[in-house]
């Protein structure tokens, strides 16, 4: 982990993660977002998208591991 105090511009971080199906539903039951675009497979493709979307909160909460 990274202090506040030593991030300096044009500094680059990187960590991997997998987002798996239990970490999608975790989050799904933790936040209560059941919407079609990320639970429904048929809708997300009757909407142009190969699969159901990542909740992007989700996501964005592993930016704490910097």
């Known amino acids: 982990m990274v202090e506040i105090q030593n991030i300096n511009c044009g500094n680059s971080f990187e960590f991997t993660f997998n987002y798996t199906e239990h970490v999608h539903s975790d989050f799904m039951r933790f936040s209560g977002d059941n919407s079609n675009i990320h639970t429904s497979l048929d809708f997300a493709i009757r909407n142009g998208y190969k699969g159901v979307l990542g909740y992007a ?10």
Do not use: E, G, V
């Open 57 to 66: 909160f989700a996501l964005t909460s592993f930016l704490s591991k910097i």
